[in-house]
């Protein structure tokens, strides 16, 4: 997978993760992939959510060590 950006919200609680990650989307191209890494729990779902809603496609997710990586390429 060819990541263009990668943002860190480790730390962050909702809703900071959703509002880093749609100002990020909003610097890429239409095809470029954001990287987005988390602690908060809520963001497994809020942002398999905003994917869906704002025409993004989630395209993987997954945890390592308490921190989740979300892929997320930009519609």
Not at 51 to 58: E, Q, V
Request: aromatic content about 6%.
């Amino acid at each position: 997978m060819n990541v263009t950006q990668t943002l860190d919200t480790k730390g962050l609680s909702c809703p900071m993760p959703i509002v880093k990650t749609k100002k990020a989307m909003d610097t890429l191209a239409s095809g470029d992939i954001l990287e987005v890494l988390a602690t908060d729990k809520g963001a497994v779902n809020d942002l398999s959510a905003w994917s869906k809603s704002s025409g993004h496609k989630l395209l993987e997710h997954k945890e390592e060590d308490g921190v989740f990586k979300f892929y997320i390429q930009k519609g």
